[in-house]
Each structure stands twice: as C-alpha cells, then as structure tokens.
C-alpha cells in the first residue's frame, strides 16, 4: 500500500457508519491493522465488540453522551478533552487504517483539537487509509478525499415514527 486514500462518506442519510465499519471489516480480511475513534458516540454500536475480537483498537465516547447542541459549555470542554485524548491515542498506535467516525461532527462542534484532527488526515504516514464519516464536512475534508461519497436520505423510518433499534442503527 504505496498510497494511503482519504476515505470520506458524507451527508444527511443513513449508512455512513455503515460503509466505513464495512471497509474496516474488509481491511482486517486482509491483515491490516486498524485503529478506530468513534466520536460523538457512546461505544455501545453494535459493531464494535467483533471489531474489538478481530483486531480492530477502538476509541469511542462513553454512554450518556449528549447530542452537542445539549451540551452545556462545561460538558463540550469535557468531550473535546477526552476526543482529543483518544485520537493522540489512536495516532500513537501504528495502523494501515484510521477510521475517524463522526469527525465531521466533531469538527463542526468544535470537539476535538481541530489541528490535531486536521493533521491526522494531511499528515498521516505513507500509506496509511484515513476514513472520515459524517454530516457536513470541511471543505479541507472534501478537498483531501480521494474517494468521495455521499449518502443522500431520500426515505427514513424516522419519518413513520419509527425509532432507533438495536443491531440495525445502533
């Protein structure tokens, strides 16, 4: 893997997460290392515990985290703190694949060390694969994809009052 690809999977539908855990699964397949961070999310997906069991060093947020916009000013210094703690984490364990779940939220929400992510994915290692998810990206992130896509929610359950159930969106 002379070259490593910025991955981003991006917009308002459904499977973001769901592509990037795919290509991780895939990456493992193939005997490569993956470090994970999930941002803004409480590490209770259900993908994780046979990511975990695969190979896959997982950083994620813990249970009871708040949507940002809940967050009081205290509670966002909090999470920037321990998001930003567990990429220097992430970065400090050598990997083929950095997946970054969420890091278009937490970008946008301001909670993680901007420079810091934004180094990751423009500094990372020759042939390292840096896979970004989420909503609204930067423009830096769009400018750095290699591989670009966006999922574009033309129909949701949500919609027909139906909620989040386990093992298919969480």
């Not at 695969?54 to 998001?83: H, L, N, Y």
């Not at 020759?126 to 990206?137: D, K, S």
């Not at 423009?139 to 298919?168: F, N, P, V």
Request: proline share 3%; charged share 25%.
């Amino acid at each position: 893997m002379a070259h490593g690809v910025v991955h981003l999977y991006y917009g308002d539908g459904k499977g973001k997460t769901t592509a990037a855990m795919g290509l991780t699964l895939r990456a493992l397949g193939q005997g490569l290392v993956v470090n994970l961070v999930q941002f803004m999310k409480d590490g209770r997906s259900g993908e994780l515990a046979l990511l975990r069991r695969a190979g896959t060093r997982v950083w994620a947020g813990k249970p009871g985290m708040k949507f940002p916009s809940k967050m009081s000013a205290e509670e966002s210094e909090a999470i920037k703190i321990m998001q930003t703690k567990q990429l220097r984490e992430a970065l400090d364990c050598p990997c083929d694949m950095l997946v970054l779940d969420e890091a278009c939220s937490a970008w946008r929400w301001e909670l993680v060390e901007r420079a810091l992510l934004k180094e990751a994915v423009l500094s990372r290692p020759l042939g390292r694969e840096v896979v970004l998810t989420g909503r609204e990206p930067a423009q830096w992130m769009l400018d750095a994809a290699g591989y670009l896509t966006q999922m574009r929610c033309e129909k949701h359950s949500y919609r027909q009052g139906i909620t989040a159930r386990k093992g298919i969106e969480f």
